[in-house]
């Protein structure tokens, strides 16, 4: 067996961790291999006791947010990554900062979703969006979207704490159908509104929400990161 | 928020990479939480460079194996690890050569499991065992399982190829049905000649065999450690 060539992912997990596993079980599903030796080598920190990061964003403090992050990104870069990922949507906005105490590459999972837009739904001008307050409120889906000229639809502001409420139950006691049932309707409202694909901007949405209840595609970032994450590892994108 | 008092856990994975996954969410699943800052820090460092344990043991070839462990175990101390935990049953057989380069506990997924049935099923005095060949022939579950008088069936030699075939199926295509049923009859072997209980004593086997397929209670090794891990990181062990 040759030496491993490929790159050492970090993720910086916790937020929350159900979906550090779901991100993490993408990545080892979406690798090419056939036997252990074969598969990624990935350092996981799930540290859980990061601020939740929306109540941080309403309340301006940022801090104690961005001072957990930066010690798992170093402890991550200190155990050997050659690369970092975070699955949550929300702690995006803090990326920029987090990345200027690290020396390695911080992939963001924003940008893959609607780079992975424009490839997949080309012919798809108006998107959903389905996502904490916090993600709503910084704009870091529409930031992104509008270099490419998509327009992104969000819930009416009477929708949102059912969204924030149903989110915070998958973080409680897992998927459950009464959040399910919350984000297929606020979805529906999104279709409604013109949009031709939805995307499930928190990372706990997709672990809740079946792409089967929604009538027009759903994207789902953190399928989004893992595949970039393992072309990364592979050295597929150099 | 209070700062987490809780002790963070350190995973040694990669053996196989699904197998690590799904020991991480079962520790999830079992801390008692109801936001992500109640969960546990785990550090899990997935390098799957591990040579294969069963090969290392049958042509003596011991030391690339225990210098993969002794890395991973040191890095997740240096990174902030309390206690370790490996969930891949034949690297149990390195366990006391990688504690002796740490400073830290390593739980033993084998002895938990051992506790466990005596505990859960006191009056099954014969336990039967899928395993790989390495965990077989290093008497692994035997030795600890003679000390609290259990005794253990193991497959007869010509069904031990097929068991480590549909092993390496798991790993190679994820969970299948043709190992879920070569594991379906093994296991019927084990329980006609005997055995009141089924150890799932490899990792893979519990990813394919559904516990219904067998006619007795099936133990599976990686609940037990994530029970055990849970209860440590508590504090609720001491």
Redesign the interface.
Known sequence: ?A??PYKTIGLL??????A??DL??RI??A?P????????????????????RTEALLSDNLEPVVEKLTAMAQ?LE???ADFLIVPCNTAHYFLDRVRLTVSIPFLDMIEETVTSLCREHPAQRTVGLLATTGTLRTRLYPRRAEKVSLTVVEPPATDQPAVMAAI?SV????ANADAASVFARVAAGLVAAGAQAVIAGCTEIPLALDATSVSVPLVNPAEELAQAAVRMALGADA
Chains 1, 2 share one sequence.
């Open positions: 067996m030496t491993q997990g916790g937020m929350g961790p159900e550090t596993v993490f079980r080892v599903r690798t291999a056939t036997c252990d030796q074969e598969h990624l080598h990935i350092l996981v920190d799930n540290d859980p006791s990061v601020p939740d402890r200190a155990a050997g915070h973080k409680s006691r897992g």
